[in-house]
């Protein structure tokens, strides 16, 4: 975490911003690199950012990667569609169709020996060795399989060579040592970081001073979003109105992830 660019004016921040984008689109272009989307504030952020950084560089805008981890919330869905006919993006939805065709709603159990052998060997990579798991996209397996094993075989599967995400050092103590550009294995890419130095409040200041379009969940309280019915609201006013000094941004998500997120990011989830 570097408190210098953090103390930056939020114009300041947006060139800086711009000028990771646009490294990173020199050393991978547009072909080779992804961005991943959630639907939330800090990934249409990015979106913006890169969409602004297209339009002066004058080239194509990258895909986007949705990682539907098969307990997303409806308006999201709706924000998602929403934002790709507005900017008219290139909107890929990634998940792992082999563990949702086994389950029907959160909690139900899953046979592991049922699974495909991809799914199969990422357990065993991670330590479960149960013969059932229950389905939760926010437990360890759960987020494994539903958002990191779905990635990652997109990132195979198309040649991708770095993936952008809305990621933010204030965000989560697991960030807080995360750098611009970060190199990764298994598979083999570059994770690219732009919005590092942003604050959860310019994150919404941006969003207001440059009319960037945002998911109606926060006005209604929401400050951070994740699986449907595991993120729930910390207060009833609007996220951006709410003390992000007092409570804190993720307090809503489900805690047993936020305990293990270091271990997650070491397995490659976001």
Avoid at 160 to 174: F, K, L, N, P, S
């Amino acid at each position: 975490m570097d408190e210098k660019l953090m103390n930056l004016s939020l114009e300041e921040k947006v060139k800086k911003s711009k000028e990771i984008i646009m490294q990173a689109l020199e050393l991978f272009g547009n072909e080779k690199l992804v961005v991943a989307f959630t639907g939330g504030k800090d990934s249409t952020l990015l979106v913006w950012l890169f969409r602004e950084v297209c339009r002066e560089m004058n080239i194509k805008m990258p895909r986007l990667m949705f990682i539907n981890e098969g307990a997303v919330f409806e308006e999201v869905l709706e924000f998602v569609d929403y934002v790709k006919n507005l900017w008219n993006l290139e909107i890929v939805e990634v998940k792992n169709d082999d563990v949702l065709s086994k389950v029907k709603k959160l909690g139900d159990k899953i046979k592991v020996s049922e699974l495909n052998e991809r799914n199969r060997k990422e357990l065993e990579r991670i330590g479960f060795k149960g013969e059932y798991f229950i389905f939760n996209p926010e437990s360890f397996e759960g987020n494994h399989l539903m958002k990191t094993v779905p990635m990652n075989i997109f990132i195979e599967e198309n040649g991708i060579e770095a993936v952008a995400t809305g990621i933010r050092w204030d965000e989560q103590e697991a960030r807080a040592d995360e750098v611009y550009f970060s190199p990764r294995e298994n598979p083999k890419h570059m994770r690219v970081h732009p919005i590092l130095h942003f604050r959860e409040r310019d994150v919404w200041d941006a969003i207001f001073k440059y009319k960037i379009p945002f998911n109606k969940l926060y006005a209604q309280g929401y400050r951070s979003l994740g699986a449907k019915y595991t993120t729930k609201k910390v207060d009833n006013k609007p996220a951006w109105e709410q003390d992000m000094e007092k409570i804190p941004e993720r307090a809503g998500r489900a805690q047993d992830k936020e305990n293990i997120m270091r271990r997650l990011r070491e397995l490659g989830y976001m």
